[in-house]
């Protein structure tokens, strides 16, 4: 049964991580479609693109507190 929480913590990591890369991938291919048609709004783009950015990787960032938690609190007690 201890080994289900190992399986669940991987996952919360891994699909986070594929999550956050599709998403800032997305996201940078936006910036540069939108920076390419109006290149005098690259400054304000490029700044609100960080700001998002960060935000989305913001998830699996908890993802992986959570994980380590099921780790080291939930697993070790099993």
């Not at 991987?10 to 290149?39: D, F, H, N, Y």
């Not at 990787?57 to 938690?69: H, K, L, S, T």
């Amino acid at each position: 049964m201890e080994i289900l929480v190992f399986i669940a913590a991987g996952l919360m990591i891994g699909g986070g991580a594929i999550g956050a890369a599709i998403g800032v991938g997305l996201l940078g291919g936006k910036l540069l479609e939108a920076t390419g048609r109006q290149p005098e709004l690259g400054p304000m783009l490029q700044t609100k693109f960080f700001i998002v950015a960060g935000l989305v990787d913001a998830v699996p960032i908890i993802g992986v507190g959570i994980a380590m938690y099921l780790i080291f609190v939930v697993g070790a007690g099993a």
